[in-house]
């Protein structure tokens, strides 16, 4: 039973693009003249900047900048109000 989900998740896997993508990474890695302090961050850079780019990512970018502009304006007006006071 556990060599048959194994072997379902490896074809999961193959099925889906992703150890054909990890072994494109580790062969870069292997192939790299001088090799990095940080395997894993090599690993997290190569991945990060195959995968392709996430709707839901940009969405919170946005987000994340419209609240950096409330933040900002909010801080603004705690600043005057003290003035104020």
Do not use: C, I, W
């Amino acid at each position: 039973a556990a060599d048959s989900k194994r072997e379902q998740f490896r074809q999961y896997l193959e099925k889906s693009g992703v150890l054909d993508v990890l072994t494109k990474v580790l062969v870069a890695l292997y192939e790299e003249p001088e090799k990095p302090n940080s395997a894993l961050d090599f690993l997290k850079h190569h991945l990060g900047a195959s995968a392709p780019e996430n709707p839901e990512l940009e969405a919170l970018r946005l987000e994340l900048a419209e609240m950096k502009q409330k933040y900002e304006a909010v801080l603004e007006e705690n600043k005057t109000l003290k003035s104020k006071v």
